[in-house]
């Protein structure tokens, strides 16, 4: 059974760093693209970033610059470390995984099958 695990949320003054960390079982890791997306009350769910299984990578416009998703292929673990946060990323953080083309890095919650529970991150100013 295919399961994604987030971790590493929490509650951090504006300006601030936190990595969020999603370990992923049940199927071979490294063949799926992988993807972080968001959630506020009320909104969307929408892209934050990307990865393809060669590790080219796409970020929302909202936080190029700020944070940077990698992968584990070894430890089946995706990550996001996120720096310079602001008030606005405030969000339930969501890993996701998909089996369609491994090279393309969409950024729609449409595309891909597979979710975990959520971490809340919480930046106050």
């Known amino acids: 059974q295919v399961q994604l695990v987030e971790s590493g949320g929490g509650s951090v003054q504006a300006g601030g760093s936190l990595r969020l960390s999603c370990l992923v079982s049940?199927?071979?890791?490294?063949?799926?693209?992988m993807g972080w997306f968001r959630q506020c009350p009320g909104k969307e769910r929408e892209g934050v970033a990307g990865i393809a299984t060669d590790g080219r990578t796409a970020y929302a416009s909202s936080v190029k610059g700020r944070f940077t998703i990698s992968r584990d292929n070894d430890k089946n673990t995706l990550y996001l470390q996120m720096n310079s946060l602001k008030t606005e990323d405030t969000a339930v953080y969501y890993c996701?995984?998909?089996?369609?083309?491994?090279?393309?890095?969409?950024?729609?919650?449409?595309?891909?099958?597979?979710w975990g529970r959520g971490t809340q991150v919480t930046v106050s100013s």
């Open positions: 996701a995984a998909s089996a369609g083309n491994p090279l393309w890095i969409p950024l729609s919650k449409n595309q891909y099958e597979t």
């Open positions: 049940g199927y071979t890791y490294s063949r799926y693209r």
